[in-house]
């Protein structure tokens, strides 16, 4: 076993090859902040955001080593993770903040900032000790990880492989470039074919026309596909484990909502075209949530030997004097510690006329909740690649609501906190399987990370303030309403704020769900209650190609082999991952710009 | 076989769950007109003999009902979705059903606003005939009928009267009371939530019968054994633990002699040389890793795959440094990764 130094900064900085660069820092750092501003702007406009880390990841291999002629793979590695864990915070943000705007409350940035900062840091520190449970031992396949090493090792895969991941990056782009009607003024919808949108295809009206068949396929049931290569190679690099998605999906929208249409369980003003809508707001979604929490909270128990055996192996490599791979637990515990102590005195600053006892159970609650939440999400990615942000922060405003004697800018501040951190665990572990791929060592990731996530909420927040003031000054109003930018994650939150206040929140579906996902995650397959309860919580669009990129990966394995799927197969799916994401930046720059 | 069983009750199980659950959200719910209870305050799902949908089942509602051979009927649930509520009653904690109206208040609007569309129809209301806009050249002044006005700035604060309006799903706090209070409301539109009764959930008894189902079908799966057998190919179900164990051994085999050799070997040449590793046996060997679990239990699988996975991040090092020509770092990585093998290799019980 390599020894390592006594002091783990030592383990962090010892480089003989090159890795932890200034120009990978800056690069980073100012990739970071461009793509956190603009997107925060984009989100708030238009709704779209993105993760960054394969944007990123391009945009390295371009500039370190196209233009500077020096970046090596692990050194781009290292860029695109400073960078993604720079912008990611947007997303937690901009589901919570512009609440607090739209309803006029008075808060504290000040608070309001610790917090964010907190959970960003937080969100890097609990995943420590999940690392090796999750990358090592379950070997989640994280596809944006995945497609993300993909490019990153591209260079030394031969030219050969090169072109198939710029093919791949080629067709996302060339199939998502016709999707974007609102820019181009022309799309798929044109072409006048019967079911095909701009962004859609409509393959239930095609069954309909089947002679015999058709008429069994009811109107309430809806098949329609989004035109999302991005999913069909999320779906390929999952694979198989990948099909309990889709059949979540098929659970929610060809079984129960049918049923709940024709059985007349929905109000008679809800037409069979918006069935599926009704059924998954208020049947569906909550029951996978509730699905979530429940086989998540199975998978962790099951998963304790195993994360006690990492735990204790690190505890180990710590004595001993070995090289280090993580950050050392003191790190996590200080973390935690501080944390606590902000979220404690955010919560002393907001809850009005509240008590210390409040506070404490308040920060205690919020905490442990960021790492279960944390843990929920990393997993959801790890296994699909997709995160459900907006459940987790409708929960956590829940709980928080009740801990705050219904208090909205405790909870929503509380809430803003813990949705930074889980997004910052998912991206993350993201980074962090890259890095398992490339050779990275984790301990620098884990370092870099934490040591520049608090520059992403201090970016986001800049950015809401700034367009806040000056809607205020322009329409009369920070978000929504009259102004041009609807910040449609946080005004549907809102919404649901004022539900859960006036008592409606489905706590009896979160629970139904959550037994039925503890159960299915008993079955030994892993991860099962998570995966049908993020299928029954996603929309049946993006579930359609994805499920087809799984086939299409089973297929190959079964044709081709294991060993061309992966060298051929993956570098494909993670060209069509990235290329989507690619155009569709600029895509939501032209929007914006107007 | 178990397994396929098992996955089946699983599948089933869920199903009838899921749709159980579903049910508890149901618009609807069944009454028994036999009983003599009375059914005021319950109104009709849907249009039911000649009876439109929302006829309060009063007295004679439920006689004609009878009369037309009905012996039960679906009510909707909650009865109503609004209710109006005077201002004096318990507002607080209640969720407004519709947009209320306070009049108007009011409003200085400051420089550098835009006109819009609805800020000119309050400018209009207030009795303002002119403003004074930001021009190209300075300031100028345009009359509220200039067509012109809209999408302008502002050059002068002014003060209108704005309309106040409470939107539809807002949440009545004591702040929001007080101003209907003072806007002289007497009646609010307030939503009725729907409250979840598990008496009244009909589906419940499914529900259950489902979870059980499910429950029947976890402990089938787990009392059957995967397919195991010695194929380290796999072909014939997963490799067994001793074909594991050998994928390892031979992989441990392979990079001790790569070590041995390193040192006179090129970038182009390690790389070469490690690419068949991964798809020999470390690919095989983590896809067949449930088995390791399943075999010696959790602990000692993370005994196995750390230091596994550990190695396996050290050859990929060795990759990526080969690809950026630091032959160096290459070598001392690809001899790092020995140590890791062997010690999952011996982690193996015998």
Redesign the interface.
């Known amino acids: 076993?390599?020894q390592g130094s006594k002091s783990w900064l030592a383990d962090v900085f010892q480089q003989?090859?090159?890795e932890i660069t200034l120009p990978a820092i800056v690069f980073g750092i100012v990739i970071g902040v461009v793509m956190n501003a603009a997107i925060t702007y984009s989100g708030l406009k238009i709704g779209f955001t993105l993760g960054g880390s394969a944007i990123a990841a391009v945009l390295g291999w371009g500039v370190l080593r196209g233009l500077l002629r020096k970046g090596?793979?692990?050194e781009n590695n290292i860029a695109q993770t400073i960078a993604s864990s720079v912008n990611t915070s947007n997303s937690g943000v901009i589901f919570t903040v512009p609440v607090l705007f739209i309803l006029g409350v008075d808060f504290d940035p000040i608070w309001l900032a610790a917090a964010c900062m907190a959970g960003a840091v937080l969100g890097v520190a609990f995943i420590i000790p999940v690392r090796?449970q999750m990358?090592?031992?379950e070997?989640l396949r994280f596809p944006t990880g995945t497609a993300v090493a993909a490019v990153l090792?591209s260079?030394?895969e031969g030219v050969k492989k090169a072109q198939v991941l710029l093919a791949g990056i080629f067709v996302s782009m060339l199939v998502f470039f016709f999707t974007q009607h609102g820019v181009l003024g022309f799309g798929y919808g044109d072409l006048g074919i019967p079911g095909l949108h701009h962004d859609s295809l409509d393959v239930a009206l095609w069954i309909r026309e089947i002679p015999l068949i058709g008429r069994f396929w009811h109107e309430s049931m809806e098949f329609t596909w989004y035109i999302a290569p991005f999913a069909i190679g999320a779906g390929f690099i999952t694979g198989r484990p990948g099909l309990v998605v889709l059949?979540g999906g098929i659970?929610?929208y060809l079984?129960?909502t049918p049923?709940?249409f024709t059985?007349?369980?929905?109000?008679?003003d809800v037409s069979a075209a918006d069935a599926g809508g009704w059924?998954r707001t208020?049947?569906?979604r909550n029951?996978g949530i509730g699905m979530l929490m429940g086989g998540a909270f199975m998978g962790l128990v099951?998963?304790l030997?195993?994360i006690?055996?990492?735990l204790k192996?690190m505890k180990r490599a710590e004595s001993s004097g070995a090289e280090r791979?993580e950050l050392p637990l003191k790190v996590l515990y200080i973390a935690v510690v501080l944390a606590f102590v902000v979220l404690f005195f955010a919560a002393r600053g907001t809850v009005a006329d509240g008590s210390i006892g409040q506070a404490l159970t308040i920060a205690a609650v919020g905490t442990a909740w960021m790492w279960f939440a944390g843990i929920v999400i990393a997993q959801c990615t790890g296994m699909t690649d997709w995160s459900p942000i907006s459940g987790m922060a409708l929960l956590t405003v829940m709980i928080c609501l009740l801990l705050a004697d219904?208090q909205v800018v405790p909870a929503v501040l509380v809430g803003a906190a813990v949705c930074v951190a889980i997004t910052l665990c998912a991206d993350m572990m993201q980074d962090l399987k890259t890095g398992?791929?490339?050779?990275?060592?984790p301990i620098r990731q884990q370092f870099l990370e934490m040591t520049v996530v608090w520059i992403g909420p201090l970016v986001c927040l800049g950015v809401v303030y700034l367009l806040a003031q000056k809607n205020m000054?322009?329409?009369?109003e920070a978000f929504a309403g009259?102004t041009d930018m609807p910040a449609a994650q946080a005004a549907a939150l809102h919404?649901a704020?004022?539900?859960i206040?006036?008592?409606?929140a489905?706590?009896?579906?979160f629970g139904?769900?959550g037994?039925?996902g503890a159960?299915?995650s008993?079955?030994?397959?892993g991860g099962l209650g998570v995966l049908?309860g993020l299928s029954?919580y996603l929309p049946l669009g993006y579930l359609l190609p994805y499920g087809l990129g799984c086939l299409i990966q089973m297929f190959c394995l079964k044709k081709k082999g294991?060993?061309w799927t992966?060298s051929w197969g993956v570098p494909f799916a993670a060209g069509l991952l990235v290329g989507e994401g690619l155009l569709g930046v600029v895509f939501a720059a032209i929007q914006v710009l107007g | 076989m178990k397994k396929t069983i098992?996955k089946l009750l699983?599948?089933i199980?869920?199903?009838i769950?899921?749709?159980a659950?579903?049910?508890?959200?149901?618009?609807?719910r069944t009454v028994d007109l036999s009983s003599a209870q009375s059914f005021a305050g319950e109104y009709l799902?849907?249009e039911t003999e000649g009876l439109a949908?929302g006829t309060e089942l009063t007295a004679q509602a439920v006689t004609d009902l009878r009369a037309a051979g009905l012996d039960a009927v679906?009510v909707a649930t909650p009865p109503r979705d609004q209710e109006a509520l005077g201002t004096s009653d318990e507002l607080e904690?209640?969720?407004l059903a519709s947009d209320v109206s306070l009049g108007t208040e009011a409003k200085e609007?400051?420089v550098?606003?835009?006109v819009?569309e609805?800020?000119l129809a309050n400018v209009v209301a207030s009795g303002i005939t002119s403003v004074e806009v930001e021009g190209p050249s300075g300031t100028e002044t345009l009359r509220v009928d200039d067509p012109k006005l809209v999408g302008r700035?502002l050059a002068e604060a002014i003060t209108v009267q704005e309309p106040v309006t409470l939107k539809e799903?807002?949440?009545i706090?004591a702040d929001v009371a007080s101003r209907l209070d003072s806007a002289g409301i007497v009646e609010v539109p307030v939503?009725i939530?729907?409250?979840?009764r598990f008496d009244r959930w009909e589906h419940r008894w499914w529900?259950l019968i489902g979870?059980g189902v499910?429950?029947a079908?976890?402990v089938v799966?787990?009392s059957g054994k995967p397919v195991i057998s010695e194929d380290p190919s796999g072909a014939t179900g997963l490799p067994g633990p001793a074909a594991l164990k050998a994928m390892v051994e031979k992989m441990t085999s392979a990079v001790e002699e790569l070590a041995g050799r390193v040192d006179s070997m090129s970038g182009e040449e390690i790389?070469g040389a490690l690419d068949p590793l991964f798809?020999q046996y470390g690919?095989?060997f983590?896809?067949g890793?449930e088995v390791i679990t399943s075999t010696y239990?959790?602990?000692t699988?993370?005994?196995i795959?750390?230091p596994?996975?550990?190695a396996?991040?050290?050859?990929?090092?060795?990759?990526?440094?080969?690809?950026?020509g630091?032959l160096?770092?290459s070598q001392?990585?690809l001899k790092?990764a020995v140590?890791?093998l062997r010690e999952a290799s011996a982690a193996f019980p015998n």
């Open positions: 076993m390599t003989r090859y090159r090596t793979i692990i090796k990358i090592d031992f070997r090792r260079p030394g059949a659970l929610a079984v129960i049923i709940a059985s007349g369980w929905m109000p008679p059924a208020a049947m569906n029951i099951f998963a030997p195993a006690t055996a990492a192996s791979e219904n398992h791929m490339v050779g990275g060592l000054e322009q329409f009369g009259n919404g704020i004022d539900g206040r006036g008592g409606s489905p706590v009896h579906l139904m769900g037994l039925m159960v299915l008993l079955s030994g397959m049908v029954m294991p060993a992966e | 098992g699983l599948t199980g869920t199903v769950a899921g749709i659950a579903a049910g508890s959200e149901k618009a609807s799902f849907e949908r679906s904690g209640r969720v609007v400051a550098g606003r835009t819009s609805a800020l700035r799903g807002r949440f706090d939503k939530t729907k409250e979840f529900f979870v499910m429950v079908g976890v799966m787990r790389r798809d690919q095989p983590v896809e890793r239990g959790g602990a699988f993370a005994q795959m750390g596994f996975a550990s396996e991040r050290r050859l990929n090092r060795s990759w990526s440094a080969a690809v950026d630091y160096e770092e001392e990585q790092a140590p890791y």
